[in-house]
């Protein structure tokens, strides 16, 4: 090719033009606001509505949740007014953030006794020591990590949180509450719905007939059922069919019952994965001479698991929120205590509930929050070809 | 009626399965194990509801702790179950729990079909109605046409439909499955009548953004007869729950209190003495299969009835309920326990 810039010919220029900064019309804040506010007389229109709603909204909304709000206080004169029996300004209406922090150890750890709380903080600095690092895409030895967490983790945490070994005393379930509930239903059943969810939708696309059966039974049984009614006939009807003083404990109930829900769910969002695969990238499996355990493990499962990611997390999210449903066996979650606590006399005022309502909602929020983050990260990460 | 249908098979399967069962000896069992395992609500205000440490705290739980005091001379002796609505009976009958103190009301087909005992009545209650005073009402029988806040699965809602249909009045339920939905409602103005036991309107007062601007109706339209249930079959067990009650309450009638139950071991007076087990030769508690201090043990350790009532949800308390129908016998109430002797 001919070098154009130094062929000396009058009309090519012969050296480039220095870099010049964007045209005022193109940058800056106005420009941001002109393309995605009022690009349009009806985006026009769609954001004063929306700075509208947000000014009628958001100030009386702060204002009761930060600036009217009661921070410290030792029962429910703190946070009612004068005609309500409290102390208040008569009128006042604030968050009662008190409640929340009289009440936080208990939301926390239910009523896992104080003298062995260090048991349960120890737990979840184990988690999050091997839980960090494994979801940072950057440090090594994943596998060992991945076995540590899920294999050797929850042989501790049990230890850690039952005890009755080796020193420690034992402590029933019954008294387990709060968040610590909630994280233990839920990193069980991700754990356990995950492999088995895919499994069972290997199982549904098998050949073999009476494992495609099982699995189709499994599933459809499992799907067919609300988890509410399934935690409620563990509880109500199977202590019927048990000898009597014979008992499950109410926490294993409810994590199988999670964990088996979570599969069942977890291995359609699979099945979509796997159907979405080109038949291909079976053949071209096959004919490079795979094994079936190979052609899953190498070609087949990790492009059906990225694309399935949003599916997956979409089921953790579920599965998170739907262990508030342990209440109906008598077992409190996060929102359980939260709720269990409007019924202590000593903090009833009108705004206790919301309170903590709001308090359980943003608790809540914080992890699924979180989880979508990361799974939105993980996507774009693994996202090589599509794009 | 589905609800029903379902309630009456479960009921049904549990009268099968336990007809003649659950006979083994209770308080055999619950010495071995060391504790009284005790069916509790899982949050009722001033009856059985968890306090800022966590501990449960309440009238019916204090009555665990009393049955505790008696047996082992340790009120801490117990373990609660948190028990919902539903679950309660079937852990009683399938021997998840000794001995259900959540107030339960008292009825036949309770008593009768469950394969339940109810032993005693430690609390009269009985269902009301809250209105709003600038609605102007001074009688239930004046709520034709009124919308009413109601929790859903109760008896409560029965009773409600039973009294506005006998009187020929027309109503709007507004039902709701939780009591905090109920209290927001009702407070929000959705509903111009709140109906719940008596005992729950004094909590509901409490969330109330207003409360002097509301008024109970003097109509009590139901009987609630709230006390400890037992399983059906076991009679030694069932009079330990039931002389608990008695003699919290003949504490409080011969003013036997926790302050004062040492210096009245000393008391000249016979019948003090013998409630106290200080009589010569008394077997009156080793009949029962306790000790013959056993009332002393109860009154030390949680306090007589009155004691008990005022801590929880009388004037010690923030519900403040009056004594009303569980004052003593002598005082004008429905408290009447048989003599110790």
């Known amino acids: 090719m001919a070098d154009n810039t130094a062929s000396g010919r009058a009309f090519v220029r012969g050296e480039m033009l220095p870099q010049q900064t964007a045209p005022t019309s193109t940058k800056g804040v106005g420009h941001w606001l002109k393309t995605n506010l009022f690009a349009t007389p009806f985006d026009t229109v769609l954001t004063l509505l929306a700075v509208l709603f947000l000014a009628w909204y958001l100030p009386p909304m702060l204002r009761w949740l930060f600036i009217d709000a009661v921070w410290t206080g030792e029962g429910r004169a703190a946070c009612a007014t004068v005609a309500q029996g409290g102390v208040m300004p008569d009128g006042w209406s604030g968050a009662c953030w008190a409640f929340v922090n009289a009440k936080f150890e208990q939301f926390i750890y239910g009523r896992y006794p104080i003298e062995e709380r260090w048991r349960v903080n120890l737990t979840a600095i184990l988690m999050i020591v091997l839980l960090v690092p494994l979801l940072i895409p950057t440090v090594g030895r994943k596998g060992l990590n991945a076995v540590l967490l899920f294999a050797v983790f929850p042989i501790v945490a049990y230890f850690l949180l039952v005890g009755g070994t080796f020193g420690l005393s034992f402590v029933e379930t019954p008294l387990w509450g709060g968040l610590l509930v909630t994280l233990v239903l839920s990193f069980f059943g991700i754990a356990v719905s995950l492999p088995l969810g895919i ?189 | 009626m589905k609800t029903k249908l379902i309630a009456g098979l479960l009921g049904t399967a549990a009268a099968l399965a336990f007809a003649g069962a659950a006979s083994a000896a209770t308080l055999d069992d619950v010495k071995a194990k060391g504790f009284v395992q005790c069916g509790a609500n899982t949050g009722l205000a001033g009856f059985g509801a968890p306090d800022d440490a966590g501990n449960w705290k309440g009238f019916d739980i204090d009555f665990c702790r009393a049955l505790a005091a008696a047996i082992f001379d340790d009120p801490n002796a117990v373990k609660f179950s948190p028990l919902s609505a539903k679950e309660r009976f079937t852990a009683l009958q399938s021997g998840e729990v000794d001995v259900l103190a959540r107030n339960s009301t008292w009825t036949i087909s309770r008593d009768t079909s469950l394969g339940l005992d109810f032993r005693a009545v430690n609390y009269y209650d009985g269902q009301g109605f809250m209105v709003r005073k600038d609605l102007g009402v001074s009688s239930a029988l004046q709520l034709s046409g009124a919308s009413v806040c109601v929790q859903t699965g109760t008896t ?38 709140y109906t719940t036991d008596q005992s729950g309107l004094y909590s509901v007062r409490l969330t109330l953004k207003d409360p002097d601007n509301h008024v109970v109706l003097p109509e009590i339209i139901s009987k609630e007869p709230l006390g400890p249930v037992v399983r059906h079959g076991d009679n030694q067990w069932g009079d ?98 048989p003599p110790i002797r």
Request: glycine share 8%; charged share 20%; aromatic share 10%.
């Open chain 2, 156 to 193: 409560t809602e029965l009773n409600l439909a039973d009294y506005f249909k006998a009187n020929n009045l027309q109503y709007n339920p507004v039902v709701f499955e939780k009591q905090e939905d109920v209290n927001a409602a009702y407070d929000a103005g959705r509903c111009d009548v």
């Open chain 2, 240 to 337: 330990i729950v039931a002389w608990v009650h008695y003699a919290m309450l003949t504490a409080e009638e011969f003013g036997i209190t926790q302050a004062n139950v040492e210096e009245m071991k000393n008391s000249d007076n016979p019948e003090i003495k013998r409630i106290l087990g200080m009589e010569a030769d008394t077997k009156l508690g080793t009949d029962l299969g306790l000790t013959n201090d056993w009332v002393a043990r109860i009154v030390k350790h949680v306090g007589n009835y009155g004691e008990v009532f005022e801590r929880n949800i009388g004037q010690g308390s923030d519900l403040k309920i009056a004594r009303g129908l569980n004052a003593l016998w002598n005082k004008g109430g429905l408290q009447y326990a």
């Open chain 1, 199 to 387: 499994l069972l939708a290997l199982g549904r696309r098998s050949s073999m007939p009476v494992i495609k059966m099982i699995c189709i039974i499994f599933i459809e049984m499992v799907r067919g059922v609300p988890l509410v009614t399934v935690l409620f006939m563990a509880s109500v009807m199977l202590p019927l069919f048990l000898p009597e003083g014979v008992t499950f404990d109410k926490l294993l109930r409810a994590l199988i019952g999670v964990a088996l829900f979570a599969s069942a769910y977890m291995a359609e969002v699979i099945r979509g994965g796997l159907q979405a695969m080109p038949k291909g990238q079976y053949e071209g499996a096959d004919a490079l001479g795979l094994n079936y355990g190979q052609k899953m493990q190498l070609i087949i499962l990790p492009q059906t698991l990225k694309l399935v990611i949003p599916g997956i997390v979409n089921t953790f999210i579920g599965l998170f929120k739907d262990t508030s449903l342990v209440y109906i066996i008598g077992m409190f979650d996060l929102l359980g205590v939260v709720r269990q606590n409007f019924s202590d006399a000593a903090w009833a005022t009108p705004v206790t509930a919301s309170t903590g309502l709001i308090f359980a909602g943003f608790v809540f929020w914080i992890f699924c929050f979180g989880m979508s983050r990361y799974s939105i990260f993980m996507e774009r990460r693994l996202d090589r070809s599509h794009r």
